[in-house]
């Protein structure tokens, strides 16, 4: 079929792709046919070698849609790009008029004029379109003459040319029916990032080198393209691995560990045909996370699945599963494969065990340049192409990241369409998912619409997930695969594996772990001093203790006050400390307090911790604090309460059990709207529905023990979480408290209309009206008060080092760009929103630009904050690394309202801003 290709070689004179610097020893342009002959030869190679892929594409004809995806190059307002090339071919300067199109809006244009060649039926235009619009959003298609916008008639001969011989070579779609109109809009997203991916590597100069026009369409893709394509797609690291055969959940345990409930029924429950879905509701430490790779191994088995991607709610804990999914993921996959793992959030150039993982001969980018001279040992592989951008990050076999990467997928984000084709051939994992507010729940709602109508299957994980949330979650699955959750009282049973697909949607009592059984007591603690006091007393009793409270800036004012006391200073951890100072507080929390912590390491330690230590990270303490705060976050918070079996913990006598202590006021009938403000004024910012706090204090009141209030695991779980998340819970509240709740409500659905307004419509396919696209750090994943980014920076001579480098200043140029990185902390707007100017402003500027000038440019929108240490020492002065530098470091900003503030940075206790009147 190939052989008609010959005709169209006068259309050779059309460059497709040039490179700015001729290099004499090979060509310096790509004819424009040979490139749309590379892209279409790479999913010509993909889907034979894929067979899933050849499945999910059959009868849509690729081929000869991706063998037009440039045809808009056919215009002289293309080639003018290159002067030079345009003279050579056209023996003329080009000349255009104003208000000339781009290729990808010209497209279209130019299939409309010739489809007197071609006219695709109506139904197979959105592939089309899809096709045409690969450079990661859709275009506006022009309502204007062609010619009078970048179009000469040559072009448009020279085009109709090439897309006859296109027409006589390759099998074009077969037509469809109109009924089918809906199933191809939906396609439309996952052709779209196909093509998007067929691009990127056909583009690729290292694999396709630019071809001088000797060669007949033909020869060229018989003897260059599809040769190229081959090579290429196997450097690429794309190409799924070879899945193994499940050996149930054992592989992912330790050795001698038994299954416990949860993951027993991973192993055994009978999967279904197509697009399913799997809602895991377990206490904490149930195994969750191996029940869920087991689950995803069947899935992957059964051929529905290449790979899985699991995404997490923050950064901290992505890197802690990267880490744990390096020792596991290649028992997914045959001995011989060499699958890959790749890390996905905005920080994964800091993990030096991500970045020693990366391979294959393509050099390494700038920006992945980090961990050249780590001494880890990759206990995982990466191809290097994948690792080099985040949106490749879905086509890796199997990936950890943020679920801020996948969210990209369903807004209005350049190459989101690519995020979905990855997705699509993956089991999605989310862990975590009562963890994010109304904006972030419709995004969520909307990938998992996304992900069931491409194919795909989802886990998500919770141990604290409301019935209703719940609905939801089943509704949304279901909205992808076009039909309705089946009307049926929801189960109150707990802990639960619900299990939906087209076939309908099954409930699985669990049995609970005997070993996570238990009862918690609870005692509340009227001020901050009673919990000061408890505190001290259980750390001189030699127990690990943790508080954690609910602003950023409490934990270092608790922290200020106990370390007076303490002979042992207390960890504080937060988001406000330098990427590097977190990352190696997260190592010694992980350390000293997971299950390989000694009693001695742990034995008086105090640990005083936000919200960042209530998610999936491996810790325990011997006795917990916690402010008030909503009913799920207080039972994940007492999920790090003697979470491990210690058997030397340092505990009274008559002890009898686990104690949540919790700092709040008394849930009195009479509560006015100053209740929950009174005691915790931070707090009430930050959870603004004191209606919830008071019904959570009041439950937790009111569950009569035998010794004390608190609750049993887990029979009591499922009425706590449902009582204060039920639609007529109001009707307990106090009315004092009814109008915080009721403008939290409103905020809440506020931010939730938001979240439906941003996310893109599943139906109507890949057209411009889905949103205005644009770059990833300008589409908000999650809503909040706006940031800025710091970079910290201290003095050394004569010069601006960054914070991470101040104990060794004299660190190799190839190490600086890594150190900026690790100086970095954000913080909100309204506490610095800019530098402040210095006395000196010549000689700041000049120190600022020395400093910058190891920057990206893409980090304009940083501040240079620089630190002196109280007493004037230097920077590499005696005792400079993060545990031993106790000195108190000193800065200047501005604040939101444009007041000068002083930035205060200790290593032990992170950022703090204070008014300087």
């Given at each position: 079929?190939?052989?008609?290709?010959?005709?169209?070689?006068?259309?050779?004179?059309?460059?497709?792709?040039?490179?700015?610097?001729?290099?004499?020893?090979?060509?310096?342009?790509?004819?424009?046919?040979?490139?749309?002959?590379?892209?279409?030869?790479?999913?010509?190679?993909?889907?034979?070698?894929?067979?899933?892929?050849?499945?999910?594409?059959?009868?849509?004809?690729?081929?000869?849609?991706?063998?037009?995806?440039?045809?808009?190059?056919?215009?002289?307002?293309?080639?003018?790009?290159?002067?030079?090339?345009?003279?050579?071919?056209?023996?003329?300067?080009?000349?255009?008029?104003?208000?000339?199109?781009?290729?990808?809006?010209?497209?279209?244009?130019?299939?409309?004029?010739?489809?007197?060649?071609?006219?695709?039926?109506?139904?197979?235009?959105?592939?089309?379109?899809?096709?045409?619009?690969?450079?990661?959003?859709?275009?506006?298609?022009?309502?204007?003459?062609?010619?009078?916008?970048?179009?000469?008639?040559?072009?448009?001969?020279?085009?109709?040319?090439?897309?006859?011989?296109?027409?006589?070579?390759?099998?074009?779609?077969?037509?469809?029916?109109?009924?089918?109109?809906?199933?191809?809009?939906?396609?439309?997203?996952?052709?779209?990032?196909?093509?998007?991916?067929?691009?990127?590597?056909?583009?690729?100069?290292?694999?396709?080198?630019?071809?001088?026009?000797?060669?007949?369409?033909?020869?060229?893709?018989d003897d260059v393209a599809v040769p190229r394509a081959e090579q290429a797609v196997d450097v690429a690291g794309i190409l799924p691995s070879?899945?193994?055969?499940?050996?149930?959940?054992?592989?992912?345990?330790?050795?001698?560990?038994?299954?416990?409930?949860?993951?027993?029924?991973?192993?055994?429950?009978?999967?279904?045909?197509?697009?399913?879905?799997?809602?895991?509701?377990?206490?904490?430490?149930?195994?969750?996370?191996?029940?869920?790779?087991?689950?995803?191994?069947?899935?992957?088995?059964?051929?529905?699945?290449?790979?899985?991607?699991?995404?997490?709610?923050?950064?901290?804990?992505?890197?802690?599963?990267?880490?744990?999914?390096?020792?596991?993921?290649?028992?997914?996959?045959?001995?011989?494969?060499?699958?890959?793992?790749?890390?996905?959030?905005?920080?994964?150039?800091?993990?030096?065990?991500?970045?020693?993982?990366?391979?294959?001969?393509?050099?390494?980018?700038?920006?992945?340049?980090?961990?050249?001279?780590?001494?880890?040992?990759?206990?995982?592989?990466?191809?290097?192409?994948?690792?080099?951008?985040?949106?490749?990050?879905?086509?890796?076999?199997?990936?950890?990241?943020?679920?801020?990467?996948?969210?990209?997928?369903?807004?209005?984000?350049?190459?989101?369409?690519?995020?979905?084709?990855?997705?699509?051939?993956?089991?999605?994992?989310?862990?975590?998912?009562?963890?994010?507010?109304?904006?972030?729940?419709?995004?969520?709602?909307?990938?998992?619409?996304?992900?069931?109508?491409?194919?795909?299957?989802?886990?998500?994980?919770?141990?604290?997930?409301?019935?209703?949330?719940?609905?939801?979650?089943?509704?949304?699955?279901?909205?992808?695969?076009?039909?309705?959750?089946?009307?049926?009282?929801?189960?109150?049973?707990?802990?639960?594996?619900?299990?939906?697909?087209?076939?309908?949607?099954?409930?699985?009592?669990?049995?609970?772990?005997?070993?996570?059984?238990?009862?918690?007591?609870?005692?509340?603690?009227?001020?901050?001093?009673?919990?000061?006091?408890?505190?001290?007393?259980?750390?001189?009793?030699?127990?690990?203790?943790?508080?954690?409270?609910?602003?950023?800036?409490?934990?270092?004012?608790?922290?200020?006050?106990?370390?007076?006391?303490?002979?042992?200073?207390?960890?504080?951890?937060?988001?406000?400390?330098?990427?590097?100072?977190?990352?190696?507080?997260?190592?010694?929390?992980?350390?000293?307090?997971?299950?390989?912590?000694?009693?001695?390491?742990?034995?008086?330690?105090?640990?005083?911790?936000?919200?960042?230590?209530?998610?999936?990270?491996?810790?325990?303490?011997?006795?917990?604090?916690?402010?008030?705060?909503?009913?799920?976050?207080?039972?994940?918070?007492?999920?790090?309460?003697?979470?491990?079996?210690?058997?030397?913990?340092?505990?009274?006598?008559?002890?009898?059990?686990?104690?949540?202590?919790?700092?709040?006021?008394?849930?009195?009938?009479?509560?006015?709207?100053?209740?929950?403000?009174?005691?915790?004024?931070?707090?009430?910012?930050?959870?603004?529905?004191?209606?919830?706090?008071?019904?959570?204090?009041?439950?937790?009141?009111?569950?009569?023990?035998?010794?004390?209030?608190?609750?049993?695991?887990?029979?009591?779980?499922?009425?706590?979480?449902?009582?204060?998340?039920?639609?007529?819970?109001?009707?307990?509240?106090?009315?004092?408290?009814?109008?915080?709740?009721?403008?939290?409500?409103?905020?809440?659905?506020?931010?939730?209309?938001?979240?439906?307004?941003?996310?893109?419509?599943?139906?109507?396919?890949?057209?411009?009206?889905?949103?205005?696209?644009?770059?990833?750090?300008?589409?908000?994943?999650?809503?909040?008060?706006?940031?800025?980014?710091?970079?910290?920076?201290?003095?050394?001579?004569?010069?601006?080092?960054?914070?991470?480098?101040?104990?060794?200043?004299?660190?190799?140029?190839?190490?600086?760009?890594?150190?900026?990185?690790?100086?970095?902390?954000?913080?909100?707007?309204?506490?610095?929103?800019?530098?402040?100017?210095?006395?000196?402003?010549?000689?700041?500027?000049?120190?600022?630009?020395?400093?910058?000038?190891?920057?990206?440019?893409?980090?304009?929108?940083?501040?240079?904050?620089?630190?002196?240490?109280?007493?004037?020492?230097?920077?590499?002065?005696?005792?400079?690394?993060?545990?031993?530098?106790?000195?108190?470091?000193?800065?200047?900003?501005?604040?939101?309202?444009?007041?000068?503030?002083?930035?205060?940075?200790?290593?032990?206790?992170?950022?703090?801003?204070?008014?300087?009147?």
């Open positions: 079929m190939i052989s008609k290709l010959d005709t169209i070689n006068p259309v050779l004179a059309y460059w497709g792709k040039a490179r700015p610097d001729h290099d004499s020893a090979s060509a310096a342009w790509h004819p424009l046919a040979y490139h749309n002959l590379d892209v279409a030869a790479v999913l010509h190679v993909l889907l034979q070698r894929d067979a899933r892929l050849a499945s999910r594409f059959d009868g849509l004809g690729l081929p000869f849609l991706l063998a037009l995806h440039d045809i808009g190059k056919f215009s002289r307002a293309f080639q003018a790009k290159r002067p030079d090339l345009f003279q050579a071919a056209f023996g003329k300067a080009p000349v255009l008029s104003a208000g000339t199109l781009r290729h990808d809006v010209l497209g279209p244009g130019i299939m409309e004029r010739l489809s007197d060649v071609w006219k695709p039926a109506r139904p197979i235009r959105p592939l089309l379109q899809a096709v045409l619009w690969h450079h990661g959003m859709p275009r506006t298609p022009p309502s204007v003459d062609l010619i009078d916008r970048g179009m000469s008639i040559d072009d448009l001969e020279a085009a109709r040319v090439y897309l006859q011989a296109i027409v006589d070579a390759f099998e074009p779609p077969a037509p469809r029916d109109a009924r089918e109109r809906s199933a191809i809009k939906i396609a439309s997203w996952d052709v779209a990032g196909f093509a998007t991916l067929c691009d990127w590597i056909g583009s690729n100069e290292t694999w396709f080198p630019y071809h001088p026009p000797t060669l007949s369409p033909k020869a060229y893709w070879a899945v193994s055969a499940p050996a149930g959940v054992a592989v992912f345990l330790p050795p001698a560990a038994r299954p416990t409930p949860l993951q027993a029924l991973a192993e055994t429950i009978a999967l279904a045909d197509g697009p399913q879905l799997f809602v895991v509701e377990d206490l904490t430490g149930a195994g969750k996370t191996e029940a869920a790779f087991t689950l995803a191994h069947r899935l992957m088995a059964a051929g529905l699945g290449s790979g899985l991607f699991v995404a997490m709610p923050t950064m901290a804990t992505a890197e802690a599963l990267y880490e744990r999914t390096a020792t596991l993921y290649r028992a997914l996959y045959e001995e011989a494969a060499n699958a890959s793992l790749i890390l996905s959030h905005g920080r994964r150039g800091l993990n030096r065990d991500f970045i020693a993982s990366i391979v294959d001969p393509d050099q390494r980018a700038r920006d992945d340049t980090y961990g050249q001279t780590s001494e880890t040992t990759a206990r995982a592989d990466c191809a290097r192409w994948l690792a080099d951008d985040r949106r490749r990050a879905f086509l890796a076999d199997v990936g950890v990241g943020t679920i801020d990467q996948a969210l990209l997928g369903v807004l209005p984000s350049k190459f989101q369409s690519l995020r979905l084709h990855g997705l699509a051939g993956r089991v999605l994992i989310l862990d975590e998912v009562h963890a994010y507010d109304a904006y972030v729940q419709e995004e969520l709602f909307a990938l998992l619409r996304f992900h069931a109508a491409l194919g795909g299957n989802a886990i998500l994980l919770s141990a604290t997930l409301p019935t209703p949330m719940r609905r939801r979650l089943l509704t949304a699955f279901a909205d992808g695969l076009g039909i309705a959750v089946p009307e049926a009282e929801p189960s109150a049973g707990y802990p639960l594996m619900t299990h939906f697909s087209a076939a309908g949607s099954v409930e699985h009592r669990v049995d609970a772990v005997s070993r996570l059984r238990r009862t918690v007591r609870t005692h509340r603690h009227d001020d901050v001093e009673a919990a000061c006091t408890s505190i001290l007393a259980h750390a001189r009793a030699g127990r690990a203790v943790c508080w954690i409270r609910n602003s950023v800036d409490d934990a270092i004012e608790a922290h200020q006050r106990l370390a007076a006391e303490l002979d042992h200073p207390p960890l504080l951890f937060h988001a406000r400390f330098t990427a590097g100072d977190r990352l190696a507080i997260e190592a010694e929390l992980r350390e000293t307090f997971g299950p390989g912590g000694t009693e001695a390491d742990r034995a008086g330690r105090v640990v005083i911790a936000t919200q960042v230590a209530e998610q999936s990270l491996d810790v325990d303490f011997d006795a917990m604090v916690s402010d008030a705060a909503p009913i799920d976050l207080l039972l994940q918070r007492a999920g790090r309460l003697r979470r491990h079996h210690r058997p030397a913990r340092p505990l009274d006598l008559d002890d009898q059990g686990p104690v949540l202590e919790v700092l709040g006021p008394e849930p009195v009938d009479d509560a006015d709207r100053d209740w929950l403000t009174r005691l915790l004024p931070r707090a009430a910012a930050v959870y603004r529905d004191h209606g919830r706090i008071w019904l959570t204090l009041r439950l937790l009141a009111q569950g009569q023990l035998t010794q004390g209030h608190g609750f049993r695991a887990p029979e009591d779980l499922r009425h706590l979480i449902d009582a204060v998340y039920a639609d007529d819970a109001a009707e307990a509240v106090p009315l004092g408290l009814h109008d915080r709740m009721l403008r939290a409500e409103g905020d809440s659905r506020a931010e939730g209309g938001i979240g439906r307004a941003n996310v893109l419509d599943l139906s109507k396919g890949y057209v411009p009206g889905g949103g205005r696209w644009e770059d990833d750090a300008m589409i908000p994943t999650r809503l909040g008060e706006p940031q800025s980014l710091l970079r910290l920076a201290v003095r050394d001579g004569g010069r601006l080092v960054p914070w991470a480098a101040r104990a060794d200043a004299a660190e190799p140029e190839s190490e600086r760009w890594r150190a900026w990185r690790m100086s970095e902390v954000q913080v909100r707007q309204s506490l610095i929103t800019a530098e402040v100017a210095s006395v000196d402003a010549v000689a700041a500027q000049t120190l600022a630009a020395q400093a910058r000038s190891d920057w990206a440019a893409r980090d304009d929108a940083v501040l240079l904050i620089v630190l002196d240490p109280e007493g004037g020492a230097s920077a590499g002065a005696e005792g400079a690394g993060r545990a031993e530098d106790t000195r108190v470091w000193r800065g200047r900003a501005l604040d939101g309202k444009r007041r000068e503030v002083v930035v205060t940075y200790t290593p032990a206790s992170g950022l703090w801003v204070e008014r300087l009147d």
